[in-house]
């Protein structure tokens, strides 16, 4: 990451990188989440996952799977895998290699994280015309640390573009407060809307990006996808980093306990 990045970065709170993540990666990610779902026994651990609603709340495949690798479905479209998580880069070996590749740690250091830890990843499928919408959030609401930390890194594995669910952003609004929290409340997980106004009327970004490419998106910055209408498939790998120096609260719906956090060493 240069200097002109770096500050575009911070002024706007996400950051486009073409050509990151070379070619043979992305097919390396491709066919090993084929492998996985070809091995995946759906009939036996079917569970449905929406950001919209919190269904999956009560379930507790969801709620283990900060430290596994398991496959949730889409909504509306029975059948039909969403994504594969959350822990695919410490589990897997070919995950695993891919998210600590030397440029990624380079990169994490440059973003400012003193002791980057890998917390989350995700496989996401956006099927073709089946793959649904993910609506406005902001990553903090779901991987909470005292200071913010969380920052994602979504690596298009296929060509994204408005027709097939890119990736949509309100640039600069990751100076806005964090508008909702989920976590646990006791055994519960709830989503606590916190007490903030709604978001500035201002018109979103779609970020058309070619295969390859990685997006760096801060932690409280509001992104969002729209449903994938073309014929056309819509992967993406999404891996978020947290920084080790900051609180973990015990209450983030993201729990391991069996499985230490790494980091890229
Ligand atoms: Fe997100």
């Known amino acids: 990451m240069n200097e002109f990045e770096r500050v575009c970065y911070e002024q706007d709170g996400f950051l486009v990188l073409e050509g990151f993540?070379?070619?043979?990666?992305?097919?390396?990610?491709?066919?090993?989440?084929?492998?996985?779902?070809?091995?995946?026994?759906?009939?036996?651990?079917?569970?449905?996952?929406?950001?919209?609603?919190?269904?999956?709340?009560r379930d507790r495949y969801f709620r283990e799977s900060g430290g596994d690798i398991r496959f949730f479905f889409e909504e509306e479209a029975?059948?039909?895998?969403?994504?594969?998580?959350?822990?695919?880069?410490?589990?897997?070996?070919?995950?695993?290699?891919?998210?600590?590749?030397?440029?990624?740690?380079?990169?994490?250091?440059?973003?400012?994280?003193?002791?980057?830890?890998?917390?989350?990843?995700m496989y996401l499928f956006k099927q073709p015309r089946i793959g649904g919408e993910v609506g406005w959030h902001q990553d903090a609401t779901y991987l909470r640390t005292e200071p913010p930390s969380v920052t994602g890194l979504w690596?298009?594995?296929?060509?994204?573009?408005?027709?097939?669910?890119?990736?949509?952003?309100?640039?600069?609004?990751h100076r806005e407060p964090l508008r909702q929290w989920f976590g646990y409340d006791g055994g519960e997980l709830v989503m606590r809307t916190l007490d903030t106004p709604p978001w500035p009327d201002e018109e979103p970004l779609a970020l058309e990006v070619p295969r390859g490419t990685l997006i760096v998106l801060?932690?409280?910055?509001?992104?969002?996808?729209?449903?994938?209408?073309?014929?056309?498939?819509?992967?993406?790998?999404?891996?978020?980093?947290?920084?080790?120096?900051?609180?973990?609260?015990?209450?983030?719906?993201?729990?391991?306990?069996?499985?230490?956090?790494r980091g890229f060493a």
């Open 218 to 261: 801060h932690g409280l910055l509001p992104h969002a996808s729209a449903p994938n209408r073309s014929s056309r498939q819509r992967h993406a790998y999404a891996l978020h980093l947290i920084d080790g120096r900051a609180d973990y609260p015990a209450d983030n719906w993201l729990q391991r306990p069996n499985l230490p956090l």
């Open 78 to 121: 029975s059948g039909q895998l969403n994504k594969i998580g959350h822990a695919l880069h410490d589990l897997d070996p070919v995950f695993d290699r891919v998210s600590r590749l030397p440029e990624i740690a380079a990169l994490a250091s440059d973003l400012g994280l003193a002791e980057p830890l890998l917390l989350q990843s």
């Open 155 to 173: 690596f298009a594995l296929d060509d994204a573009d408005r027709d097939n669910g890119c990736l949509m952003v309100l640039p600069a609004m």
């Open 21 to 57: 993540l070379p070619a043979a990666d992305c097919d390396a990610l491709q066919a090993r989440a084929a492998e996985l779902v070809a091995g995946f026994d759906a009939g036996a651990q079917r569970t449905v996952f929406s950001t919209r609603d919190q269904e999956h709340a």
